[in-house]
């Protein structure tokens, strides 16, 4: 037998990863939005996020704005973009067309989706490519031919994993499978959809392990201040949130106690999360920092400290609340 390596043995190597934090933002539809976008994104860039993902709409319908939110991002902020980029509707070459657009604006990290079936019932263009399983073949592809300008920066290429059982999909078996053929394709991490029960990412965990996926599988956790987009959410996942959270936030006589409620949940559900395995908190947060802050205040993740020249620095502490690392 071979003695070990001293890799293997070396005792540094053991200890727990810093949990990861990023958030979700969509591009801004009017100026309005727009800057009430920028006072979310100081807010939060104040946290020092890992990354922050940046929505596409269904066939590249905000193309344009996203790319420039991306941009604006990578030349005014700290912050690391993760672009959306879906695939139903669009040729392989208008795809690598894309694909080498956002690489040049600087982004190294695409989150590879499907996108959403033409909503006529009409059927994709000839050529289009069909799965999120494709894209992420043809961004390992285009990453390939341009490797010598990557060499300060592969691309990291997450997808999505289902909690519960995609609206589509005949089963939550075959949501893993599809998940596990992302990895096969060259997925690195997965995020969850919104999912409203404490128990649910821990048995999509269980679910996708036994089944060998190894990639690491993100929850995305959405703060559960609001009924109406609660319930919008459960129209378009088909999970139903639980009957006795939104009576209470129904039940509330103030937005602010309407908010602590709803905030106390999200915590749990996070919480959860964390305690099964989760290697990072994935934050929707729908342009608005409020919740989210509150939320990530709760959590008081295991974040490490950044120096006053932006180098990280881990802190001995077990557990340090998220507002002070920008102190």
């Given amino acids: 037998m071979s003695p070990p390596s001293h890799i293997e043995t070396h ?13 979700e933002l969509f591009p801004p539809r009017s100026p309005a939005a727009a800057e009430s976008l920028w006072t979310t994104i100081a807010e939060l860039e104040a946290t020092s996020p890992d990354y922050v993902s940046v929505t596409y709409g269904a066939s590249g319908s905000n193309r344009d704005t996203a790319v ?6 990578v030349q005014e902020t700290t ?23 956002l690489l040049d604006v600087g982004v190294r990290g695409i989150l590879a989706l499907r996108g959403d079936q033409p909503k006529d019932g009409g059927v994709p263009p000839e050529g289009s490519l ?25 691309v990291a290429v997450g997808v999505a994993a289902y909690p519960t059982r995609h609206p589509e999909s005949p089963s939550e078996a075959h949501d893993i499978e599809v998940l596990l053929a992302k990895q096969r394709s060259g997925a690195d991490f997965a995020i969850t959809q919104v999912f409203f029960h404490t128990e649910q990412y821990a ?19 959405m703060p559960l201040t609001s009924i109406r987009r609660l319930t919008r959410l459960s129209e378009l996942t088909g999970v139903e949130p639980a009957p006795e959270l939104i009576e209470r936030l129904a039940a509330a006589g103030s937005d602010a106690e309407r908010a602590r409620i709803g905030v106390g949940a ?20 729908f342009n608005e920092h409020t919740a989210a802050l509150d939320v990530l205040d709760r959590l008081a993740l295991p974040r490490p400290r950044r120096t006053a020249h932006g180098a990280v620095r881990h802190s001995p502490e077990p557990r340090i609340a998220a507002r002070q690392l920008a102190s």
């Fill in 11 to 23: 005792p540094n190597l053991a200890g727990a990863a810093p949990v990861a934090l990023s958030y």
């Fill in 68 to 73: 420039e939110l991306i941009n604006r991002l």
């Fill in 79 to 101: 912050l690391r973009p993760l672009a959306h980029l879906t695939c139903v509707g669009n040729s392989p070459q208008e795809l690598a067309e894309i694909i080498g657009e």
């Fill in 130 to 154: 069909r799965y999120a399983q494709d894209l992420i073949e043809l961004i390992r592809r285009v990453e390939q031919r341009r490797s010598a300008l990557l060499c300060a920066g592969k």
């Fill in 203 to 221: 048995d999509l965990l269980t679910r996708a392990r036994r089944a060998g996926v190894t990639i690491p599988i993100i929850p995305g956790v």
């Fill in 266 to 285: 999200t915590v749990d559900l996070a919480n959860a999360a964390l305690d099964a395995g989760a290697p990072g908190i994935h934050l929707y947060t």
